[in-house]
């Protein structure tokens, strides 16, 4: 009997805390949706026009920006687990305070209030992935992850529908509040920071982990801001642009069937849903994309510029016919092309992060999303003004063509094979291994 076959099976831990983010991707956009997808019963109730429904919208980027980077930093410093603990009870709050609003300020105040708790929430995650999982599977996690979170983009429209017809559009933001109670009472009994202090684990499956950030709970170091900041600025502006057209989608595709098609609140629920799942197959894909070019090439460059590069480029491509045609089964289909496009973006940029900076994924992966925030911040209110002043509700989608092609172009200065980690880029470029990790080997870039 060899020893391979003497070692004890692979347990699922790994898988469990996969799924457990996975589900806290979902709720997090299943929550952000509600907005939109309740968006014309609000505006009738609370007398709101396109443009002070752009700022409710909005409201929520302020506050999420400043704790992007802030939730970062705490997730390297004090772990993913109490991280999430803490941002997790701000968001129940917020969530279920959203369906107790009586007017603009109060929706506004709650809006806000839910950008510091969902804040923390993609860089924990970030922090917890690169505790969790290896270079060579972070594309398919984030990916994964990520299109669970369009799933909550896909089921919000259809759920508030069907909430608002039999009970009232307040009920939505009161069962989300209570299932991310719930998520968080798992979330801090089962994860644990540091994988070797999981319980349910063995050494069949530690030998799988990353090499070098396995059994990390916290981050000791001094955070390095400059170099930081330095190396994930193509990625921060590259995100900017692509969430600036991902921001049109979440805010206003279901206004846009609703008003821009004539359509009720339930035809304009069925067409959203079924842009959205587009984007949950484009998550995936490009994750697994990213990895296999990985595999294969053994390049971060191509694996995450190349990928990143061809979804907005797609993306260009599908939205010109939206700006072009009022036929609503050719603007469905090129919507929901162009959000899988879009979509095969998440997995390679969310990489980034933990390829450039392993030892501070946390805080890298919060700059990366401030990036993202801005855009969340500026575009809503951008569109509601453009379509109260011209009545076009297809117009949005020019300035969308622009920043997808400023952000094809910056994507050519995105380094994710230069990591400010010493000791990964000495590995790098000595063309080393993990034996025990099966970590890949990448080439090195300069």
């Avoid at 057209?245 to 279901?254: A, G, K, R």
């Avoid at 994924?361 to 509601?384: D, E, K, Q, W």
């Amino acid at each position: 009997m060899n020893s391979q076959s003497m070692r004890p099976a692979r347990t699922h831990v790994q898988r469990m805390v996969l799924a457990l983010l996975c589900a806290m991707s979902f709720i997090l956009y299943l929550d952000r949706v509600n907005l939109a997808a309740a968006a014309g019963p609000i505006k009738a109730e609370l007398g709101l026009s396109n443009t002070t429904l752009g700022i409710a919208f909005s409201a929520f980027g302020y506050t999420y920006a400043i704790f992007q980077i802030i939730g970062g930093w705490l997730a390297d410093r004090m772990g993913a687990r109490r991280t999430l603990l803490i941002c997790g009870s701000i968001w129940v709050v917020a969530t279920i305070a959203t369906g107790l609003v009586g007017g603009l300020a109060s929706l506004c105040a709650a809006r806000l209030l839910l950008g510091i708790g969902e804040g923390a929430a993609l860089p924990a995650q970030a922090r917890a992935i690169a505790n969790w999982f290896q270079t060579k599977d972070r594309g398919f996690v984030q990916g994964i992850t990520h299109s669970s979170s369009r799933l909550g983009n896909a089921v919000a429209p259809a759920l508030v529908a069907l909430l608002a017809t039999l009970y009232s559009w307040r009920l939505s933001f009161i069962i989300v509040g209570v299932l991310t109670a719930a998520w968080i009472v798992v979330w801090v009994l089962y994860y644990r920071d540091d994988p070797r202090a999981h319980r349910g684990i063995n050494d069949t499956e530690l030998a799988l982990l990353p090499a070098q950030i396995a059994g990390q709970s916290q981050t000791r170091t001094a955070t390095p801001w400059r170099r930081i900041l330095g190396r994930m600025s193509p990625s921060i502006f590259v995100y900017f642009c692509q969430v600036w057209s991902n921001t049109l989608f979440f805010s206003w595709v279901p206004l846009y069937f609703l008003h821009g098609y004539g359509l009720n609140l339930k035809e304009s629920a069925i067409f959203s849903s079924g842009v959205f799942l587009a984007g949950v197959v484009g998550d995936v894909l490009g994750g697994l994309l990213s990895d296999r070019v990985l595999k294969r090439t053994g390049s971060l460059k191509l694996a995450r510029q190349g990928v990143i590069a061809l979804s907005l480029i797609g993306a260009f491509v599908f939205m010109i016919p939206v700006m072009m045609s009022r036929d609503l089964t050719v603007v469905t289909t090129c919507l929901s092309g162009a959000f899988f496009m879009l979509e095969l973006t998440i997995g390679p940029i969310w990489a980034v992060p933990m390829d450039v900076a392993p030892q501070h994924a946390g805080t890298a992966s919060g700059t990366l999303n401030t990036g993202a925030a801005l855009a969340t911040i500026i575009s809503p209110v951008v569109f509601g003004a453009v379509i109260d002043a011209t009545g076009n509700w297809s117009l949005p989608f020019a300035g969308s063509l622009l920043f997808l092609l400023l952000g094809t172009v910056m994507t050519l200065k995105i380094r994710p094979d230069r990591s400010i980690d010493a000791r990964s880029e000495v590995a790098r470029l000595d063309g080393e291994s993990h034996p025990a990790s099966g970590e890949p080997h990448v080439k090195a870039g300069r």
